[in-house]
C-alpha cells in the first residue's frame, strides 16, 4: 500500500505519522497522570474530612445526642465532593444521616482505624470512634481511651474529579489536533514545492516519449531538480540526433531495397519453381515407392509360390535344402523390402495408423508364439508378464505394435547366447478413458556400451558394425520402431550395459476400449486344484499368474516326484487335484519318464498338460495318449491355455459336429493378373485344391469373362496396364447394378505397401484383399470367407501333414511310403531303394564323427539322413533321426543316447529290408 501513494501522500503520511504518535502518547500519559492525581487528591481530603469528624462526633456519640450529630453532619455536606455523612453507634446501628444513600458498597471493619471501598461513582469511608478523640489534651485511662463509642461513616462523589479529567482531555486533544492542523498545512506546502517541479518533468517525458523531441525543460528553482531537468534535456538533444540519422538511415535502406525489389521477386519466383519441383519430386517419390512396391513384390510372388509348389513334388534331400535355402532367402529378401518401404512411408509422412480395439495380453503372448521357434533353438527360456493392474482391452493400431515388439524380441534373442527374454507390461498411470503403459523388453544377452546406445536409432546402423558381426539385418528395424511409438503418441528407449543385458521398454499411453472384466470367463475352471511344475523361476511365476487368472488355485511344485505324492495323498479328499500342468525339457525329463508320469496322474484321475519347447514338440508327441489336447509350446498362452485345460475337463464333441460347408461343389473361380508367373501360380494353387479356375491377364478380358460366365468368386489384380483393378472392379459393379444382379465377391491380389491403400481397395467395390506373397491357407480361407464353398484339397493335404507319428512305429510303412509320393508306387520305390543304397555309408560316417568328436560333420550327416527320410515310409528311423538332429544342435548330453538308438534303427531298417527283398 506504501507504494502506491505518491509523493504527496508520502509527506504528509511521513509528516503527520510521527506527530500524531508522538502527541496522542504525551497527551495520554499527561491527562492519565492528572486523572490519577485528583483520585488521589480526592481520597486524601475525603482521609482529612473523616478524621476531622471523630473528635468532633466523639462527646455527641458518647452521649447518643442525635439532635447534634444531625447538625453536624448537615455542616459536613457543604465540603466539596462530599456527598453523604452517617454516624452510628458502637452497635453499627445509625443514629444520624444527612444526603442520599450511599452508593458504594459498606465497608468491613473489624475495628481498624480506617477502612475504604470504591465504586464507579463514590468512595466511602468508615472510622471507628474511640474514647480518647472526646478530649485529645486531658487525660484518660487506658480502658477509657481504648473504649468504642461508634463510628462516622463519608462518601465522598467523583463527578467533580471526573469532570475536570474530562476538561483536561479536551484541552490535550484541542491542542493536538491544531498542532496537527498546523503541521499538515506545512506539509502540503512542502509537498507542493517538490510535485510542481516533478509535474513540469512528468509532462516533459510524456512529450519526448510522444516525439516532441524539441521539447526542453526550464529551471525548476531547486538544485537537484535542476540537474535532473539538465540531464533530461541532454538525453532529448541526444534522441533528437539519434532520430534524426535513423531517419537518415531509414531512407537509405528504403533506397536500397527499393532498387533491390526487382531481384527479390525474381528470387521468390525461383523459390516457387523449387517449391514446385520439390513437391513433384515427393509425389514421384510416393509414386515410386508404389511401383516398386508392386515391382518387388510380384517376382517375389512367383518365387515364393512356385518353391512352395516344388517342395511337394518328387524331390531329393539334396533338391528340398536348395529349396529351402531360396524360400529363406526370399523371405528374407521380402523383409528387407518391407523395412524399406516402411522407413519410406515414415519418411514421407504417408503411415497411417490405425485405432481399432485389441487385446494387450494376447498381443505379447501372440507375438512371443511367433518369435518362440528361434529362441528354442539357442535354448532360451520367453516369457511374459502383464500385470494384474494392467488394462487388457486398449484401442490402437495392434499391427504395428506387434511389429515393434517383434523387432525388439527378435533382436533380444539375435543377441542373447543363453538365458532368459523377458517381456513385461505393466501401468504407470491410468484415468476412466486412457492408460499409460510401459511395456519392456528384457535379456541376459551382451549388452550395449553407452556408444552403442547413442547410435542404435538411427538408420542403417547397427550395436556390431564389425566384418565379424553374428546378427544381418538393415539396421532399420529400431528406427522404424522408434518412429512408430512416436507417432503412437509415446516414447522408446534402453537401458543396458556390456555383458549385463539390455532392456529395451516403451512407455505409451492409449485409449481404454471397454470393460474386460468379461476377457477370461472362469467357469469351467473356477475353484479346481492344478498341481504345476516350471524349473524356471520367472517362467514359473508368469505360469502361476496365468492360471489363477483362468480360476484355479495353483499348487506350485520343485520336483514331479513331489507332485505326484501330493496329487495321490489329495485323490480320496474334498478337493482333489484334478488337473497338472507340466514344464518339461529332454534335458530335465526325457520323454520316455514323462510318458510314465503322465499315466501315472492318468490313473490318479488327474489330467496332465505339458508345455515344452517348440524344438522338442515332436519328441513329446509320442509319449502322450492325446498329444493334440495335452502337448502345447511354450511360452503358454493364457487362452489356449485356458481352452486345452477346460478340455481336459470337460471333452468336446468331435469335429464332425462343426459347421460344414454350404455345398460340396468344386468353386467356380476367376484370376486375373497381368504376370504369366503370378497367374500361372494361383492357378496352379487354386486347381490343385479342387478349384475350377479361369484365368485372364487384363482389366478388360475380366469384365467379358464376368459379363459371359457365372463365377463363384474374382481374384483381381490391382495394377495393370490399359484397366487397371480398380477400373474393372468399377464397370463389373456397374455392369451388375444395370441388370440388377447380385454382387460377386471381388478380392484385391496386391503388392502395394503405401497407406490407404486398404480404404482405396475397398471403396472401389472390392470386398476383401490379400497382399502378395500369397499362400494356399490364405486362399483358402478367403474362398471359404466369400462363398461357403471348401476347398477340399488343401484340407485333405492337411490333414495327411499332421497325421501324428504312431506311438508304436513301424521299421517299414509301405502305406505312408504311398501316401509321401502322391500315390505313385514307382516314385516310392525308387525314393525307398535311394535311401537303402545310401544307409550304409551314413552309418558309417556317423560312427566315423563319433569317434572323433566331429560335431559338425555329425549333425551334417544325421539332417541329410533325417532329409532323405522325410519322403519315405520309415518312420522309426525318422523319428530317431529328428530326435539326435535336435538333441545334437542343442548339446544336450542325452543326444549320445539318442545317436546309439539311431544306429539300432538304422540296423533294423537294413535287416527288415534284406528279409523283404
Known amino acids: 500500500m506504501f507504494k502506491e501513494l505518491g509523493i504527496k501522500g508520502r509527506v504528509l503520511l511521513l509528516t503527520l505519522l510521527p506527530t500524531s504518535l508522538l502527541a496522542l502518547v504525551l497527551g495520554g500519559y499527561f491527562t492519565s497522570m492528572q486523572l490519577a492525581e485528583l ?31 444531625e447538625r453536624l453532619a448537615q455542616e459536613t455536606l457543604n465540603q466539596a465532593d462530599v456527598r453523604a455523612v452517617s454516624f452510628l453507634s458502637s452497635q453499627r446501628q445509625p443514629l444520624a444521616q444527612a444526603g442520599p444513600s450511599m452508593l458504594s458498597p459498606p465497608p468491613q471493619s473489624d475495628g481498624s482505624p480506617l477502612v475504604q471501598s470504591d465504586g464507579e461513582d463514590a468512595t466511602r ?64 506546502r512542502m509537498s507542493r514545492t517538490i510535485n510542481e517541479p516533478l509535474r ?93 512396391s508392386h515391382e518387388i513384390r510380384t517376382p517375389l510372388n512367383g518365387i515364393l509360390g512356385f518353391t512352395n509348389l516344388l517342395q511337394k513334388g518328387d ?61 528354442h533353438e539357442k535354448q532360451l527360456e520367453l516369457v511374459s508378464l502383464v500385470y494384474r493392474d494392467t ?9 504395428r505394435l506387434k511389429q515393434v515388439l517383434t523387432n525388439l524380441v527378435s533382436n533380444a534373442i539375435k543377441f542373447t547366447r543363453e538365458g532368459t527374454i523377458a517381456l513385461r507390461a505393466m501401468v504407470e498411470d491410468e484415468s476412466d478413458d486412457r492408460a499409460q503403459l510401459r511395456i519392456s523388453v528384457q535379456d541376459t544377452g551382451v549388452g550395449l556400451s553407452d556408444e552403442d546406445q547413442r547410435a542404435l536409432f538411427q538408420a542403417f546402423s547397427q550395436a556390431d558394425n564389425s566384418l565379424s558381426r553374428q546378427a544381418g539385418g538393415t539396421g532399420l528395424g529400431l528406427v522404424i520402431s522408434k518412429r512408430l511409438i512416436e507417432q503412437m503418441g509415446g516414447e522408446i528407449g534402453v537401458d543396458s550395459a556390456p555383458e549385463e543385458g539390455s532392456e529395451f521398454w516403451i512407455s505409451l499411453s492409449l485409449p481404454k476400449a471397454r470393460d474386460d472384466s468379461e ?11 492344478v498341481a504345476m511344475l516350471e524349473p524356471h523361476a520367472l517362467v514359473n511365476q508368469a505360469l502361476q499368474h496365468q492360471l489363477e487368472d483362468c480360476g484355479l488355485q495353483v499348487l506350485p511344485f520343485a520336483s514331479l516326484d513331489a507332485l505326484l505324492e501330493s496329487v495321490a495323498q489329495h485323490q480320496q479328499s ?30 490318479l484321475g488327474c489330467k496332465s498338460l505339458v508345455l ?172 471359404l470367407k466369400w462363398t461357403g464353398l471348401d476347398l477340399r484339397g488343401q484340407v485333405a493335404a492337411s490333414a495327411a501333414d499332421s497325421v501324428p507319428v504312431s506311438s508304436s512305429l513301424h521299421v517299414l510303412d509301405a502305406e505312408e511310403g504311398l501316401r509321401l509320393a502322391a500315390g505313385k508306387a514307382d516314385l516310392a520305390a525308387d525314393m525307398l531303394s535311394m535311401l537303402l543304397a545310401s544307409l550304409a555309408a551314413d552309418r558309417q560316417t556317423i560312427r566315423q564323427a563319433r569317434e572323433s568328436g566331429d560335431r559338425n560333420a555329425l549333425i551334417e550327416r544325421v539332417h541329410r539322413l533325417h532329409g532323405a527320410t522325410r519322403y519315405c515310409g520309415v518312420p522309426q528311423l525318422r523319428a530317431a533321426c529328428q530326435r539326435s538332429e535336435t538333441l545334437l544342435k542343442q548339446e544336450s548330453p542325452a543326444a549320445q543316447g539318442a545317436l546309439d538308438e539311431l544306429d539300432a534303427a538304422i540296423a533294423r531298417l537294413a535287416a527288415e529290408a534284406a528279409v523283404g527283398a
Open 125 to 188: 469511608f468508615l472510622l471507628p470512634v474511640y474514647g480518647r478523640h472526646r478530649s485529645l489534651v486531658s487525660e484518660q485511662s487506658d480502658d477509657e481511651a481504648n473504649r468504642l463509642i461508634g463510628w462516622v461513616e463519608l462518601e465522598l462523589s467523583h463527578h467533580r474529579t471526573l469532570l475536570q479529567g474530562y476538561r483536561s482531555l479536551f484541552a490535550s486533544l484541542l491542542l493536538i489536533v491544531t498542532g496537527l492542523a498546523v503541521t499538515a498545512l506545512l506539509a502540503l
Open 315 to 375: 524331390l531329393t534331400p539334396r533338391q528340398q535344402d536348395y529349396l529351402g535355402t531360396i524360400e529363406k532367402s526370399a523371405e528374407s529378401l521380402l523383409g528387407i523390402i518391407n523395412e524399406i518401404l516402411d522407413f519410406s512411408k515414415i519418411e514421407a509422412g504417408k503411415l497411417v495408423l490405425e485405432s481399432i480395439p485389441f487385446n494387450l495380453r494376447d498381443l505379447l503372448q501372440d507375438t512371443l508364439t511367433l518369435l518362440a521357434p528361434a529362441a
Open 612 to 783: 515344452c519347447p517348440t524344438t522338442e514338440q515332436v519328441l513329446y508327441h509320442e509319449s502322450l495318449p492325446d498329444a493334440h489336447s495335452q502337448l502345447q509350446a511354450k511360452p503358454a498362452c493364457t487362452r489356449k491355455l485356458q481352452r486345452a485345460l477346460s478340455d481336459l475337463i470337460h471333452p468336446r464333441q468331435q469335429r464332425s459336429e462343426s459347421r460344414q460347408p454350404l455345398t460340396s461343389r468344386a468353386p467356380r473361380l476367376l484370376c486375373v493378373d497381368d504376370n504369366p508367373a503370378n497367374l500361372l501360380l494361383v492357378q496352379t494353387l487354386l486347381g490343385d485344391m479342387g478349384a475350377e479356375v479361369v484365368a485372364v491377364d487384363s482389366g478388360y478380358a475380366a469384365l467379358d469373362s464376368v459379363q459371359q460366365h457365372n463365377f463363384d468368386l474374382v481374384f483381381m489384380d490391382v495394377q495393370m496396364p490399359g484397366m487397371d483393378g480398380r477400373q474393372a472392379t468399377e464397370a463389373i459393379r456397374q455392369w451388375e447394378q444395370e441388370r440388377e444382379r447380385s454382387p460377386m465377391p471381388i478380392v484385391a491380389l496386391t503388392a502395394h505397401a503405401l497407406a490407404n491403400e486398404k480404404r482405396a481397395l475397398l471403396q472401389s467395390g472390392m470386398d476383401d484383399y490379400l497382399t502378395k506373397p500369397i499362400n494356399e491357407r490364405q486362399l483358402a480361407q478367403v474362398v
Open 574 to 603: 474334498k478337493q482333489p487335484i484334478e488337473l497338472a500342468v507340466l514344464g518339461v525339457r529332454v534335458q530335465e525329463l526325457p520323454p520316455e519318464q514323462l510318458s510314465q508320469r503322465v499315466w501315472d496322474l492318468d490313473r
Open 200 to 292: 513540469s518533468i512528468k509532462q516533459g517525458v510524456a512529450q519526448l516519449k510522444d516525439g516532441n523531441l524539441q521539447t526542453r525543460l526550464p529551471a525548476l528553482g531547486n538544485h537537484e531538480l535542476d540537474e535532473l531537468a539538465s540531464g533530461i534535456n541532454r538525453m532529448a538533444e541526444s534522441l533528437q540526433n539519434a532520430q534524426e540519422e535513423l531517419q537518415h538511415s531509414i531512407d537509405q535502406a528504403t533506397e536500397d531495397v527499393r532498387q533491390n525489389l526487382e531481384t527479390i521477386e525474381i528470387q521468390n519466383i525461383e523459390l516457387d519453381f523449387a517449391r514446385k519441383e520439390a513437391l513433384e519430386a515427393s509425389r514421384i517419390k510416393s509414386e515410386f515407392l508404389a511401383n516398386m
Open 39 to 69: 483520585r488521589a487528591q480526592l481520597q486524601q481530603r475525603g482521609e482529612l474530612v473523616v478524621q476531622q469528624l471523630a473528635p468532633l462526633a466523639a462527646p455527641a456519640l458518647g452521649r447518643n445526642d442525635a439532635k447534634l450529630l
Open 391 to 399: 488394462p487388457l482391452s486398449l484401442q490402437g493400431d495392434p499391427q
Open 519 to 529: 476377457d477370461l470367463p472362469r467357469a469351467p475352471l473356477s475353484g479346481r486344484r
